[in-house]
């Protein structure tokens, strides 16, 4: 394999230029959703933007991942459909398969960002050591265990400290039970203003959580339309593991189908 720099072709693929995509989810005694949009932007803005849904299916549960998707340096490959091809198996616990998720997506995008900073040292370790860092990646793991609804995050995060790549990590676990009428949710990604937006009455007066999670990615899409877009993608997992999918256009007219039970 050549290993001349001028010849090489580096793809990427981030649903943003800078933090990514838009991930959302609500859950409450009933059911959990997991919303995102659908637009994905190139690594350095020179590519073109294209659309695609951002939640997979991870054994019995749903995953969607924001940062970057899709990194190729020289003879290392990051992908995130690779990392969850790997790391998702049908009869783990909803810990498990984080715990996976985690480690799998660790050894892969500290692997190739280290062969992108022996390749671009300068602009690499621009990135790293910015405010606005473009190294993290965050998931969100949601489904139903035991006839709990639940949501798990992982927050993986590259800086630069005395010229040393530093990898940082962080989660939330909300898989308790819930009480009638309480309500959690998480975001992933950027979400403008979202402490303002999550707390105001008018969308915790939303008629379901299909409905919240749909709003607060159109909204998000309204205030940062270059990055992210339509068409909204929704999935809910009742308590009882019923999947329902829902899918948004710009008019936000549903079109939903339900597909077979996760267990």
């Known amino acids: 394999m050549h290993r001349f720099l001028s010849g090489l072709i580096l793809f990427v693929i981030v649903s943003s230029v800078t933090k990514a995509t838009t991930l959302v989810a ?9 919303a995102t949009d659908s637009r994905f932007t190139s690594f ?3 590519g073109p933007a294209f659309a695609k849904s951002k939640i997979s299916q991870c054994g019995k549960y749903f995953v969607a991942v924001s940062g970057v998707y ?3 340096v020289l003879n290392v490959s990051f ?6 091809n790997r790391a998702c198996q049908l009869n783990q616990t909803p810990v498990l398969t984080m715990n996976a998720i985690a480690a799998t997506l660790r050894k892969d995008y500290v692997k190739v960002i280290e062969e992108l900073m022996f390749l671009e040292p300068t602009s690499t370790q621009a990135r790293l050591a910015s ?4 190294f993290t990646e965050n998931v969100i793991l949601v489904g139903t265990y035991r006839r709990i609804p639940f949501i798990l995050t992982h927050k993986l995060t590259l800086s630069m400290q005395d010229g040393k790549i530093i990898v940082s990590a962080s989660g939330l676990m909300m898989d308790k039970r819930l009480r009638a009428g309480k309500v959690e949710h998480v975001h992933g990604g950027v979400l403008t203003g979202v402490p303002d937006v999550v707390e105001n009455e008018a969308w915790k007066s939303q008629p379901s ?5 749909r709003s ?4 998000q899409i309204s205030r940062t339309a270059e990055v992210s877009g339509y068409p909204i993608h929704v999935v809910e997992i009742t308590a009882d593991g019923k999947v329902n999918w829902f899918n948004c256009d710009p008019q936000c007219a549903f079109e939903s189908r339900v597909s077979t039970r996760t267990q």
Do not use: H, M, P, W
């Not at 609500?26 to 997991?34: A, Q």
């Not at 405010?131 to 473009?134: A, I, S, T």
């Not at 959580?209 to 999670?213: D, K, M, S």
């Open 26 to 34: 609500y859950r409450n005694s009933r059911s959990v959703v997991l």
């Open 79 to 84: 992908n995130v459909s690779d990392v969850l």
């Open 70 to 72: 899709q990194l190729s």
């Open 131 to 134: 405010q606005d860092n473009v």
């Open 209 to 213: 959580l299909v409905e919240t999670a």
């Open 216 to 219: 607060l990615v159109a909204y």
């Open 44 to 46: 350095k803005g020179n």
